[in-house]
């Protein structure tokens, strides 16, 4: 390891080991006393080359591949690959599939809302609020492990169809949970937004204007935290999202404390989705049959995963096994921000930063 | 000077062995209280002796580029200065070991002698945790050491002395300086958080920001004598506040229970705040630490010549 | 401007190119903008964010195979529920592109992706060192080309611990 020790300036690495990161990743930040002069990302410590691992297996194959690109938003990368391949197929699923789909995809928005929540604020420092949110987010996994079978990384897709089904004794469940959560994130909302030991730490802290965010790319919560109104879910309504419409969340500061605003108050919005989803569940067959072999074609299948949109281009040749599937993920987009903004704040100020866009590394580097 | 009893008193009681243990069960008092306040279990009892016992059994790494002798040497004085310091506290609740005339300044110095040797340890490497870290621990040495001093001085001239022993045999003559001095005595709590880098003032060893701060290159023995001398620091210094300023601890059982009261209201305070920056510590007392031990100096001037 | 407008701006706006184009749209919520001369990349990109036609979502290489002997690189924006992406065809021996960053700033690590995992060359681009791949990483070996043998990194498994 080479070291600078010149008098103005040295190098503080961040990565790719430090407790600041869930997931491996190197940044290294110069830094003048406590502010930083400029910075730099390395990524790729999880490259594990999925998108030609997937040239290589059939369509089905592929599906528990691309769950396992990401732990978080595992079921978001399963869902939009099997849309794509539905969609190239020509085949239809039924309004119950859809709908059991959106109550999965609603359920990992929770939890990775969650998660960020006490990762983030265990960052800033405050492990109070970091250990309660961690406690709340047991709710949202055990109704996920009764639905699925597992807390994470549920796997409930297969081509065509859904695996699991949702029964009267899950959805009364489910309302119970919901309702916890709701109060829980009603208290979390508040301390988010009057404490004054966390906002000192959050409020006008890694600022991205609207401009910013257009130009660097940003997309998600992320974006959406500095008034860029970019939201799949309302855009273009897929799955069950037409029958069963969300509200977009926007903020115009554009600091820390609008990230927390703006995933805090999507979660509302999650809850309420699942309320009238579970209780008024569509009927209809839990799978259709696929062919093994899909039409040759090409198609563009995207979602919204907790982070952001996830762009999915598969290409088929009329084989077995795909020709080509691209997959870029909101992390992407929103790193190249981290470094941007990082630049002038305090060092003390970067994990925070870094946390606040939500990174997800697995994702980032497949 | 009886030699037999200086070395007992030196190494076991009320120095020493004893002590060493008081302090890793204070640690553990404290650990355990913070994760009730955080809704989880904590650790068993003898989780900080555990940890101490396997970390003098691992080898000790001396990084590349530092100077050995200091890196080996650092430790050992930051223990020894905060045992110095514990002989002339009434630990345990009897009267100190030593006292003599102005050994509260000394002890205070000696208790800065283990944040000083940390500050040194972390300069002496090459590593950029270490040299953040240790920058931050001095800054906020500077920060919170007249605060903190000028409200432990507040008792000492109620008590007319600079002797610790008699400033606490004041006290407990049923003086309960927290409601004459009360924001002294605030000033005291929150600077003790301060001394022993407790959170929200952890930013000299802020672990999500810089690893360990001052000691990221400490492990085995040198990490196993910080950690004790924390944890001797932690005993001190409860004792001094509650001798002095909630009406002295007379009898063991006293000492125990107010140091443990004392120590529930810094858990709840830990548990409390987010961590601060290091700018905004040293605004924090520059501005309102400061102010507040003035304010009560000036109150209790004019009290005094009414 | 919402799915169906965008994609009807889109088709306006590129009908109205002097430049060789062939617009196809494979998907309700698609066109596809073949751009013959791929110079004619950058204004064309510029056009598309000058008429506000959505954000660059991601970048795609594709290999053709080495008997087409080309490359295609696809430009993805996405306006709503639209996706207007322009392609271009890039010789396999040589793919050269102009950057998007001077345009587009959030386009670098896309265009980092397409230079390390396809090789083509992104002209401009500041720090084209390697995103994802490994430093130790053999120089003129693509892995998403459809020619890549993972034999090749044999040698260099015994070197990397």
């Known amino acids: 390891m080479t070291t600078n020790t010149t008098s103005e300036r040295f190098t503080v690495p961040i990565g790719p080991q430090h407790p600041a990161l869930k997931e491996p990743g190197a940044f290294r930040f110069n830094v003048d006393g406590e502010i930083v002069t400029s910075a730099t990302v390395r990524l790729g410590y999880a490259h594990r080359g999925i998108e030609k691992l997937a040239e290589n297996q059939n369509w089905v194959q592929n599906i528990y591949l691309f769950e396992r690109t990401c732990g978080i938003c595992s079921h978001t990368h399963a869902t939009t690959y099997c849309l794509g391949v539905e969609k190239l197929a020509g085949v239809e699923v039924s309004p119950r599939v859809s709908a059991i789909r959106t109550l999965v995809a609603e359920l990992e928005r929770i939890h990775s809302h969650l998660l960020w929540l006490g990762v983030s604020a265990h960052e800033a420092g405050f492990d109070t609020l970091f250990m309660f949110g961690w406690r709340d987010r047991e709710t949202v996994m055990d109704l996920l492990e009764m639905i699925s079978g597992n807390r994470v990384n549920y796997s409930v897709n297969i081509l065509g169809g859904v695996k699991v089904d949702v029964t009267p004794e899950i959805v009364e469940q489910i309302l119970a949970g919901v309702d916890l959560l709701e109060e829980r994130t009603k208290h979390y909302l508040d301390v988010v937004s009057t404490d004054a030991g966390f906002l000192q730490r959050t409020r006008g802290v890694g600022v991205m204007t609207r401009e910013q965010a257009e130009a660097l790319g940003a997309v998600g919560p992320t974006a959406r935290a500095s008034g860029v109104a970019r939201d799949l879910r309302v855009d273009a309504p897929y799955l069950s999202y037409s029958d069963f419409p969300v509200q977009m969340i926007l903020d115009d500061r554009g600091d820390l404390e609008a990230r927390f605003v703006v995933r805090l108050r999507e979660l509302f919005e999650s809850y309420r989705l699942l309320r009238e989803l579970v209780t008024h569940m569509p009927e209809g067959e839990l799978a259709t049959r696929m062919p093994r072999r899909i039409k040759a074609g090409e198609t563009v299948s995207r979602l919204e995963a907790p982070r952001g949109d996830v762009f999915y281009f598969i290409q088929s040749n009329g084989s077995d096994k795909p020709a080509r599937v691209h997959v870029r993920t909101p992390t992407v987009c929103n790193m190249t921000s981290v470094v941007k903004l990082a630049l002038g704040h305090q060092l003390a100020d970067v994990p925070l930063i870094l946390a606040g866009i939500d990174p997800c590394f697995s994702c980032n580097d497949r | 000077m009886n030699t037999v009893t200086t070395i007992a008193a030196l190494l076991l009681f009320p120095s020493g062995l004893i002590l060493l243990l008081s302090g890793l069960a204070f640690e553990w008092a404290d650990r355990k209280l913070l994760a009730q306040y955080q809704n989880r279990l904590g650790p068993r009892w003898f989780q900080p002796l555990a940890d101490v016992v396997k970390l003098l059994a691992k080898e000790e790494v001396v990084p590349e580029g530092v100077n050995r002798t200091l890196f080996i040497a650092l430790p050992i004085a930051g223990l020894a200065g905060a045992l110095t310091a514990a002989l002339y506290t009434p630990l345990f609740g009897l009267q100190p070991a030593y006292s003599f005339r102005g050994d509260l300044i000394v002890t205070l110095y000696l208790l800065s002698l283990l944040t000083l040797c940390m500050g040194l340890a972390g300069s002496n490497t090459l590593d950029r945790f270490s040299l953040v870290g240790a920058t931050r621990t001095l800054t906020q040495l500077f920060s919170y050491e007249a605060p903190f001093m000028l409200a432990l001085l507040g008792p000492a001239v109620a008590a007319g002395s600079w002797q610790i022993s008699e400033i606490a045999d004041y006290s407990s003559a049923g003086r309960y300086l927290l409601l004459t001095q009360p924001l002294g005595f605030l000033v005291a709590i929150v600077g003790l958080m301060g001394k022993l880098e407790l959170p929200p003032f952890d930013a000299p060893e802020a672990e999500t920001e810089i690893v360990a701060g001052a000691l990221t290159e400490y492990s085995g023995r040198g990490l196993a004598l910080f950690r004790l001398g924390k944890g001797v620091e932690l005993v001190v210094g409860l004792t001094l506040v509650a001798a002095f300023y909630m009406g002295g601890v007379a009898n063991p059982l006293l000492w125990l229970v107010k140091t443990l009261i004392l120590l529930l209201v810094m858990v709840a305070l830990q548990a409390l705040f987010t961590r601060l920056r290091i700018d905004q510590t040293v605004g924090l007392w520059w501005r309102y630490g400061a102010l507040l031990v003035l304010v009560q100096w000036l109150i209790m001037v004019l009290v005094g010549l009414l | ?161």
Not at chain 3, 136 to 145: A, C, I, Y
Request: charge should be negative; charged fraction near 25%; glycine fraction near 8%.
């Open chain 3, 1 to 161: 401007m919402d799915t169906t407008e965008a994609l009807a701006l889109a088709k306006e706006v590129a009908g109205a190119w002097t430049w060789e184009t062939e617009l196809v749209e494979p998907e309700e919520n698609r066109l596809d903008i073949h751009l013959k001369n791929a110079g004619d990349l950058a204004a064309a990109a510029t056009e598309i964010q000058a008429n506000r036609l959505g954000y660059l979502a991601a970048i795609t290489g594709i290999d053709l195979g080495a008997e087409a002997g080309e490359l295609e690189a696809l430009y993805h924006f996405c306006q709503a529920g639209a996706v207007i992406t322009l392609r271009i065809r890039l010789p396999r021996e040589n793919p050269v592109v102009a950057t998007l960053t001077g345009i587009i700033p959030g386009a670098e690590p896309f265009e980092r992706e397409l230079s390390e995992m396809f090789g083509v060359t992104v002209e401009g681009l500041r720090a084209p060192n390697h995103l994802y791949l490994p430093e130790d990483w053999p120089d003129e070996v693509f892995p998403q080309r459809k020619d890549f043998d993972p034999a090749v990194l044999d040698g260099e498994a015994e070197r990397s611990v």
